[in-house]
T-cell receptor, first 111, second 114 residues
Framework: QQPVQSPQAVILREGEDAVINCSSSKALYSVHWYRQKHGEAPVFLMILLKGGEQKGHEKISASFNEKKQQSSLYLTASQLSYSGTYFCGTETTDSWGKFQFGAGTQVVVTP | EAGVTQFPSHSVIEKGQTVTLRCDPISGHDNLYWYRRVMGKEIKFLLHFVKESKQDESGMPNNRFLAERTGGTYSTLKVQPAELEDSGVYFC????????????FGPGTRLTVT
C-alpha cells in the first residue's frame, strides 16, 4: 500500500520554509526520502530508522514518528536548488527492501 | 566508485515490439530492484533480486514482463510484446544491505511505446 504524501505541490520563495508529510497505513521499519529533478534519477536524501529519529541533510531535516506511522520532511530557508519532486519511500516490517513510494510532492523555489 | 548504470537511456518502440532494458548495479550489491514511473504517477516497485534469485516479483504488471539476473551481476527487463501503457521511466536501484539499506538509483530508461 502506497504511503500518502501531502501536499501535492508547494511553491516557495527563496528562504521560506516548507513541510512535506508522508503517512502509512502499515507499521514502518524505515522511511527513505528522495529528491528527483526532471529527467534525472531520484537522489537519496536520508533514511530514518527509529521512532522519533531526526536527521539532516544541509538545511533539510526529517522526523519519523513510528507510533503515528508517519514522517515529515522539513525544508528550511529553501534554496533554488531545492526545487524538484520529493518522494518518501516506506519499508514495512513485513517487507524488507521493498519500497512503496508516495506520489511525490513537487517543490518549486522561486527567486 | 561507479554508480548504477542503465541502458538505453531512451527507447522508442512500436506497440507489439520487444524491448530489453539493462541495469548494471554497483559492484558488490547483492540486492537489485526494478521500479517504474508512469508519467504523473508515483514510482512503483516491480521486483527485487537477491543475487540471481527473484526475492519478490509481486509488482510485475503481467507476464509480458520478464526480468533476469544471470550470475547475480547485471539484470535485464524484457517487455514482450510492448503495449502503450508500458510507457514510462524504468528505474533500477541496488543496495548492499536489505532492511533499511540505502538504495542507489540509476538514471532510468525512458520507454515510449507508440
Amino acid at each position: 500500500q502506497q504511503p500518502v504524501q501531502s501536499p501535492q505541490a508547494v511553491i516557495l520563495r527563496e528562504g521560506e520554509d516548507a513541510v512535506i508529510n508522508c503517512s502509512s497505513s502499515k507499521a514502518l521499519y524505515s522511511v527513505h526520502w528522495y529528491r528527483q529533478k526532471h529527467g534525472e534519477a531520484p537522489v537519496f536524501l536520508m533514511i530514518l530508522l527509529k521512532g522519533g529519529e531526526q536527521k539532516g541533510h544541509e538545511k533539510i531535516s526529517a522526523s519519523f514518528n513510528e507510533k503515528k506511522q508517519q514522517s515529515s520532511l522539513y525544508l528550511t530557508a529553501s534554496q533554488l536548488s531545492y526545487s524538484g519532486t520529493y518522494f518518501c519511500g516506506t519499508e514495512t516490517t513485513d517487507s524488507w527492501g521493498k519500497f512503496q513510494f508516495g506520489a511525490g510532492t513537487q517543490v518549486v523555489v522561486t527567486p | 566508485e561507479a554508480g548504477v548504470t542503465q541502458f538505453p537511456s531512451h527507447s522508442v518502440i512500436e506497440k507489439g515490439q520487444t524491448v530489453t532494458l539493462r541495469c548494471d548495479p554497483i559492484s558488490g550489491h547483492d540486492n537489485l530492484y526494478w521500479y517504474r514511473r508512469v508519467m504523473g504517477k508515483e514510482i512503483k516497485f516491480l521486483l527485487h533480486f537477491v543475487k540471481e534469485s527473484k526475492q519478490d516479483e509481486s509488482g510485475m504488471p503481467n507476464n509480458r514482463f520478464l526480468a533476469e539476473r544471470t550470475g547475480g551481476t547485471y539484470s535485464t527487463l524484457k517487455v514482450q510484446p510492448a503495449e502503450l501503457e508500458d510507457s514510462g521511466v524504468y528505474f533500477c536501484a541496488s543496495s548492499q544491505t536489505l532492511a533499511g539499506g540505502q538504495q542507489y538509483f540509476g538514471p532510468g530508461t525512458r520507454l515510449t511505446v507508440t
